[in-house]
């Protein structure tokens, strides 16, 4: 057997099937596999059934799997139900479905690649070779092969107007908010909330509060529709209870943290469990992570539980702090805002702003401190700073006020929403 055919993981291939035959309900996590991403004529045509019946909104449960495949003619091809209860006697783990598909990927890509390879020394070989020609040709067939997941594409103007027209009807049916809340009316009214696709950028120096926001949102916005994941770079699960604790309860957060509640305290910080169990709040502290490793556990948790808002906290600790960090950060950020459109949710990158900015007189942010942070500034669609007066003026009048600066708004206004901080409990609300 020659390279090129071993290049192909059936391992992969038979865990895909078996995963999706014995999970029906996983099918609809298949939009980034494509049918001749499997090395055998076999294992296209019951991809492509499977595809056919999502297409008629029916689930590909076993019976009427056989069904379709006999009223095609296609039965006999894969193997006869021999072959399709020899997938689904095998046993693999869902929970690893995403890895699954990623190898299968990867096989078809690299195989895709030798093929090209080897086509290569047959395009130049001649007298009279275009040789801007080839490479043209050739850089459109590795930009195809590396896009293998999404809608995307090129699309005539007809066949996209039926979508936006439902969906701007559905806008004036539903005013207002657009998305998914951020959990604060103030900010939804000029952002229209967390809009799917969308990659926002939340900056400011320490201390100005960017966790406290973070964890005030995840709560307000998870009592509505807001099915939000974070990723702790900093802080620990423990540490993340804890303040969720003291926002339910109103109990000081420091007294939680060192453990000097009263009985009163206590009872209230119980009861706050008991609301916060319910809601559907997913945390993940692994310090030692990559953009790699988050992009596999957000494409896991929109797939099993319909995560819908996805926060980094923060983002520069995901960058090495070497001469390249300026390079990664864009490809961290480029890699998010793609990921977040391919999934339809939004992702908020919180930033560490560099103390350039303390040598102003005004000390409240601008876009261009980010200038140095890769792609934080071009790439997201909302970039917002927070910034506390009191951080730098402790007799200033404002002493609880958090603002909340858009600098950058794709879609909409930019300007300052005045919010309150509580500092005893870290919660935000609106400004009085």
């Known amino acids: 057997m020659s390279e090129r055919d071993n290049i192909f993981s059936e391992d992969a291939e038979l865990a895909v099937f078996s995963i999706i035959l014995n999970n029906p309900d996983l099918s609809y996590s298949m939009s980034d596999i494509k049918p001749e991403m499997f090395s055998s004529d076999r294992g296209n045509t019951l991809f492509s059934c499977l595809t056919e019946l999502l297409k008629q909104d029916l689930i590909p449960e076993r019976t009427l799997l056989v069904e379709h495949l006999s009223s095609t003619n296609k039965l006999e091809s894969i193997g006869g139900e021999e072959y399709l209860e020899y997938i689904y006697e095998h046993s693999f783990n869902p929970k690893n479905f995403d890895e699954y598909k990623r190898v299968l990927e990867r096989a ?159 009872e209230e910080l119980k009861k706050s469990w008991e609301r916060l169990e319910p809601l559907p709040i997913y945390l993940d502290s692994d310090f030692l992570v990559s953009v790699e490793y988050i992009e596999s556990i957000i494409r896991k948790f929109v797939s099993q539980v319909g995560v819908n808002t996805v926060w980094i906290d923060y983002v520069q600790l995901l960058a090495e702090r070497t001469m390249e960090s300026t390079h990664e950060l864009g490809r961290i950020s480029r890699t998010m805002k793609l990921l977040a459109k391919e999934l339809n949710i939004t992702i908020v990158l919180l930033a560490q702003l560099n103390r350039n900015l303390e040598t102003r007189d005004d000390k409240r942010p601008l876009l261009l401190d980010l200038r140095q942070s890769g792609n934080l500034e071009e790439d997201p669609d909302i970039v917002a700073f927070l910034y506390r007066d009191k951080m730098y003026n402790p007799e200033t009048k404002f002493d609880d006020r958090m603002e909340f600066i858009i600098r950058k708004h794709r879609n909409g206004p930019i300007g300052t929403i005045n919010l309150r901080f509580i500092e005893q409990t870290t919660k935000v609300t609106k400004d009085r």
Do not use: C
């Not at 093929?115 to 459109?140: C, F, H, M, R, Y």
């Not at 998305?179 to 939804?188: E, K, L, Q, R, W």
């Open 108 to 266: 078809y890509k690299a195989k895709n690649l030798l093929s090209l390879s080897a086509e290569i020394p047959k395009l130049v070989t001649g007298k009279q070779v275009n040789v801007d020609s080839i490479i043209s040709n050739i850089k459109n067939r590795l930009e195809r092969l590396s896009t293998t997941a999404g809608r995307g594409g090129t699309f005539k103007l007809s066949e996209l107007l039926p979508d936006a027209m439902a969906n701007i009807k559905h806008k004036t049916e539903n005013p207002g908010l657009a998305g998914i809340s951020t959990g604060f009316d103030i900010i939804d009214n000029i952002t229209g909330g967390f809009k799917g696709g969308e990659l926002w950028m939340i900056g400011g120096r320490p201390g100005m509060g960017k966790t406290s926001f973070a964890v005030n949102s995840i709560l307000n916005s998870s009592k509505k529709e807001g099915v939000p994941l974070i990723f702790s770079l900093e802080m620990t699960e423990q540490v993340l209870i804890e303040r969720l604790g003291a926002l339910e309860s109103g109990v000081h957060s420091n007294r939680i943290n060192l453990g000097i509640m009263n009985e009163e305290e206590m």
